[in-house]
C-alpha cells in the first residue's frame, strides 16, 4: 500500500536552478494538495487541485507552479530557485471526506 | 485567513505523566483534524471532528472539541516515549482545504 509518494527525499539547488518536486497517489484520491513546513511556521499550502485539469493557488504560491495532467501525479515546479524556498515539501491527498495522506516529505537546500 | 494558535509551543514531560495540549481559532471551523508528525516523516492523521462539543477517544488520547467550535484539546494519558512527536491541528470551512497550526513539540523522556 504505496499512498503517497514523494521523489526525491533529498536535493541541494544551486540559486537560481529549476527542479520538480514529484508527487503521485494511489488512491484515486480527486483533491492533492503541495505544502512547505519551516521550523516554527508550520504547514503553509502553495497550490492544491481538486481533480485532473483543475489547480489553484494556496497561501504561498510565488515561486512555484504545478499541473494535474492525470488523478494520480501532482508535480510541483520550482522555476528560479531562491534561498527562500529552503524548506521540507509535502504532498498530500484526499478523498473529500476525510483526512489527508501526506507522503514523506522533500527536504530541499538551496544554496 | 483563519488565525490558528496552539500551545504550548514544545513539551517535555516523563513517562506515565498526563498532558494536554490545545488548539484555538479565531472563528467557527466546520471541521478540525489532528495529526502526530515524527521526525523524517509526513503528518499521520489521528482524528477528524465536525460536532461541536464532540469527545473522541483513541486509546490513550481523548480529544475534545469546543461547543463553540473554535477551540480544541488533545489529552494524553500516561505518556509513553512513543507519543513522541510533532502535534498539529488543522481545521477547514471548506471541507477540502485544510489550514494548519504550528504544532506542539512533544518529548516524553523515559
Known amino acids: 500500500n504505496a499512498g503517497v509518494t514523494q521523489t526525491p527525499k533529498f536535493r541541494i539547488l544551486k540559486i537560481g536552478q529549476s527542479m520538480t518536486l514529484q508527487c503521485t497517489q494511489d488512491m484515486n484520491h480527486n483533491y492533492m494538495y503541495w505544502y512547505r513546513q519551516d521550523p516554527g511556521m508550520g504547514l503553509k499550502l502553495i497550490y492544491y487541485s481538486v481533480g485532473a485539469g483543475i489547480t489553484d493557488k494556496g497561501e504561498v504560491p510565488n515561486g512555484y507552479n504545478v499541473s494535474r495532467s492525470t488523478t494520480e501525479d501532482f508535480p510541483l515546479r520550482l522555476e528560479l530557485a531562491a534561498p527562500s524556498q529552503t524548506s521540507v515539501y509535502f504532498c498530500a491527498s484526499s478523498s473529500g471526506r476525510g483526512g489527508y495522506t501526506f507522503g514523506s516529505g522533500t527536504r530541499l537546500t538551496v544554496v | 485567513t483563519q488565525l490558528l494558535e496552539q500551545s504550548p509551543q514544545f513539551l517535555s514531560i516523563q513517562e506515565g505523566e498526563n498532558l494536554t495540549v490545545y488548539c484555538n481559532s479565531s472563528s467557527v471551523f466546520s471541521s478540525l483534524q489532528w495529526y502526530r508528525q515524527e521526525p523524517g516523516e509526513g503528518p499521520v492523521l489521528l482524528v477528524t471532528?465536525?460536532?461541536?462539543?464532540e469527545v473522541k477517544k483513541l486509546k490513550r488520547l481523548t480529544f475534545q472539541f469546543g461547543d463553540a467550535r473554535k477551540d480544541s484539546s488533545l489529552h494524553i494519558t500516561a505518556a509513553q516515549p512513543g507519543d513522541t512527536g510533532l502535534y498539529l491541528c488543522a481545521l477547514t470551512n471548506t471541507g477540502n482545504q485544510f489550514y494548519f497550526g504550528t504544532g506542539t513539540s512533544l518529548t516524553v523522556i523515559p
Open positions: 471532528v465536525v460536532t461541536g462539543g
